[in-house]
């Protein structure tokens, strides 16, 4: 089972034992128990950094995470970037290697007053570039390709708070991600299944944004909780939404995931 952390798995203030109010609730905890009474395997894919997902899986007692976006993967132990040509080279970051390219510098000059950092969060990273705002992140690859950044692309992350910003938008913002073209989350996701040797279909996901979408591609189902921002997905036959929103959500779809498998009837009590 691949979550993603922050709007899925976590409630309100990023908490575990919140709902998207703010109330009080072991549902999420719940979920996990129940994965774990089914010899699920709970991998977390997210866009915050190595560090805090690392953190993150030793809590919920996981050897395998997905960090920046599917820039980066730690299966027990073993560390893989999967950003492509761009590596880590000795002394320097893929981080700074973009940084110097001047990628960032241009979205920020060309979507001034409606893209910034996505202070703190944007600091000590590895790979990807972390924005807030609101954009088209299809425009803004297309300008990233018309000017030589063919490379790399800005991907949605989904929703964060409207209190993150002081910037005047026209919509709820969102997180972006500046990274290497190759990267996403379905491709660290796919590369983790073939490493456990696990099949399509015995694989789910849940997510709230459009990256999280685009798993849906190499998973047998994937959930959308109900606060996702993740656009069409009509084209997607086994993608669905929740009901609840969040944490909440995030138990619905893994009760209803476990509860409605044709091989297997688990204790979820």
Request: negative net charge; aromatic residues 6%.
């Amino acid at each position: 089972m691949y979550t993603d952390l922050d709007g899925t798995m976590l409630g309100k203030g990023a908490s575990l034992f919140r709902t998207a109010d703010g109330e009080f609730t072991l549902l999420a905890a719940r979920a996990l128990e129940a994965c774990h009474r089914a010899g699920a395997e709970v991998v977390i894919k997210s866009g915050r950094r190595r560090a805090q997902v690392m953190e993150d899986a030793r809590l919920l007692g996981q050897t395998s995470y997905i960090f920046e976006v599917g820039s980066g993967m730690v299966i027990d132990g073993e560390l893989t970037f999967l950003t492509g040509e761009l590596q880590p080279r000795e002394g320097t970051t893929i981080h700074a290697q973009i940084a110097e390219s001047g990628a960032p510098d241009l979205l920020l000059q060309r979507y001034a007053g409606r893209l910034e950092m996505h202070s703190p969060w944007h600091l000590d990273r590895e790979v990807s570039h972390l924005f807030r705002g609101l954009v088209d992140p299809d425009e803004a690859n297309m300008l990233l390709a018309a000017e030589g950044y063919e490379y790399l692309r800005l991907v949605d992350n989904g929703e964060i708070s409207r209190r993150e910003t002081a910037l005047e938008l026209p919509g709820q913002p969102h997180a972006y991600h500046l990274i290497p073209a190759v990267t996403s989350k379905a491709g660290a996701v796919a590369h983790h299944m073939r490493a456990r040797g696990y099949s399509r279909d015995e694989c789910i996901a849940v997510g709230d944004s459009r990256e999280d979408l685009d798993v849906a591609e190499v998973v047998g189902r994937l959930f959308l909780v109900s606060n996702a921002a993740a656009g069409d997905i009509s084209g997607y036959p086994n993608v669905e939404r929740t009901e609840a929103a969040m944490s909440e959500g995030f138990y619905e779809a893994v009760i209803r995931a476990l509860a409605e498998s044709r091989d297997h009837r688990y204790n979820l009590r």
